[in-house]
């Protein structure tokens, strides 16, 4: 534990400072902003109010680089499904493993992010706003950056990787997948990743974070997508890490003209997590697809907060986001739409679904609309229910058993988001997670 | 011999009302039994008690299917035994698919049969050859079950399922109503293709229409929980000349 009053101190002294670091200022500068506006969210701010981080600042956490001897993660460690993934970059508790040796292919280049970026790519990576908003909008483009753990996370980043696909190319799928495991004291792990889209080009990436721990552990990535005009990103982000692993995590995607964004968040982690999730449509005809799916079980509580900013004139974007949870699981949905002034013709909706299968799992649902624009076309809502007893009693009479009927309905639920999801083998870990579900206690009971 | 469905004195209680008041019916293996009856006379409150359905309270009398006391009999077990209902409002079930539903009720009642499961080519083989005979839409075996499928799609849908899973004991609520002319036809044929001495059937109506293209061996008129009468094939055309008799005045 770390007293209140050294909490600060604490973390400026994990700040990953290398000689002849001329980045050093900015990174110490980020962490005491942090501190100043306000510190890790407690539940009294209105943003945090079922987050309960609380106890992040306190635990003192410390860098995997201060483990003695840990060994680097072997091939044979890896699961099978990243084993079996055709194009992969690896980090094994924050060490880059494999990125030196990826070998650039159809205009795709990875590579693992620096400690230092050159001035140039400070922008490109997020570290500063991103620029004005376009003329006859106003909008405020800077919000994800104001999250304050997106501010440590700037302060403290010590991996990640920096993934580019150049003009018109078509590349993927890239997997970009996170192991930690237990080092017996409390780690943390800030990884931060960039991902451009050169005009005209396609990427499919599946971001993973994954790991067991006995011991508290925290994991806090950012990860930014810029897309140039007419640029197509399929983007899946993978959260299975189990135990006591705190996550906290951020996404954010910056959409030129034209450009087009699919996302889809599966939340697959025994866990606490909260992820936020933000898109910025800064010009015409940009347009993206926000999904979710939490499969919650025993005290598993995932917090999704999802941000659509329309910059621009004739800009779309639709959020689907369902739980199924059962135990006592529980999920948050904090959902905006931000609509600029001068944003006219946004076309933008908001769904949030929930599944209870128990009485004891807990929802809470906020959809929110910030509409400043004439002429927009706005629909949000959210529903909460158990499973439909007519359906249940359908299957039934057709033969199929109690626990199946209950599981083909939960798998349809789900389906609407799974289906959607690219590679076979990322569908795969879903269909794990709908077992967890179906051999959870509650289940059926 | 036993009948096929044997049902003495059956009390059925909804929600602590009494829906079904000593209801007395016996339908004998290989033989096709209409039931006819006003609305709100406890119609599908009979098909769902024969299938199963949670909720409906067995407060007195016997249900028996095949000689088995069936009354705490789960659901699934009763359609794995061979009993079919084509219900009356079908009920829609997004983001399951028709095809993967039907395939995974068909083996599970084939396990119980003890044959061997039917793989993938085999059941799409099955289905193209069912879904012909009921001159079904085949784009919608590949949709959600039900969903936004029109009445009679859905009833037609009810059929096809009743064809693939090949139950000993149909049970039809309503299935005339929402369908036109042609798709009554269609459908009647599919059920009297299926009529044999080894599978009975129990069609519930409120017209006689079906029955000009379904006849039944017997008819019975179900009126405030009961069977008030039955008879020959003849009755039912009696009932639509005369209407169904009022039920006694309540004295005031
Ligand atoms: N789930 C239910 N809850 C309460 N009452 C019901 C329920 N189902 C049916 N009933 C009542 O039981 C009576 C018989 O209904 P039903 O069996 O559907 O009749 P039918 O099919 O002959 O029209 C009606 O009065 C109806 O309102
Ligand atoms: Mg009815």
Known sequence: MVEPAAVETHYLDEIPLREGDRYAVRRTEAVRQFFRSGGFPTATLEDWRFSDLDGLGRTGYRRYSDSPALVPLQDEELPGWVSGFGRRVLLSEGRPLNAAEFQPGNGLDVRDLPP???????????????????????????????????????????????????????????????????????????????????????????????????????TNPSTFCHLGEDAELRYVRVELETGNIAHTGRVTFHLARNARVRSTVLSLSGGRSRTDTTAILTAEGAEVDLDGLFLGVEQAKADQHTLAIHAARHTTSRQLFKNVLSDEASAVFDGTVVVAPGAIGTDATQANRNLLLSRKAVVHTRPRLEINADDVKCAHGAAIGRLDEDALFYLRSRGLGRMDSHEILVRGFAGEVVEKVPVESVRALAAAGLQRVRESRSFAA | MTPLLEICGLHVEVEGREILRGLDLEIPLGETHAVMGPNGSGKSTLAHVIAGREGYEITGGIIRYQGEDIAEMEPEERARKGVFLAFQYPVEIPGVNNTYFLKAAVNEIRKHRDQPELDAVDFLSLMKERVKLLDFDVDLIKRPVNEGFSGGEKKRNEILQMTVLEPTLGVLDETDSGLDIDALRIVAEGVNRMRSPERSFLVITHYQRLLDHIVPDRVHVLQDGRIVESGGRDLAHRLEAEGYTRPAAVPA
């Open chain 1, 116 to 218: 230092v970026p050159t001035a140039e790519e400070e922008r490109d990576w997020g570290f500063v706003a991103p620029g004005a908003p376009p003329e006859g909008t106003e909008a405020d483009l800077d919000a994800p950056l104001r999250n304050p753990l997106e501010m440590l996370n700037a302060g403290l980043f010590d991996c990640g990787f920096r993934v580019r696909v150049g003009q018109r190319a078509d590349a993927g799928p890239i997997l970009l997948y996170s192991l930690r495991r237990d080092v017996g004291h409390p780690a943390m792990l800030h990884p931060r990743s960039v991902i451009e889209l050169a005009p005209g080009s396609r990427l499919t990436v599946i971001e993973a974070h994954d790991g067991d721990s006995a011991t508290a552990g925290w």
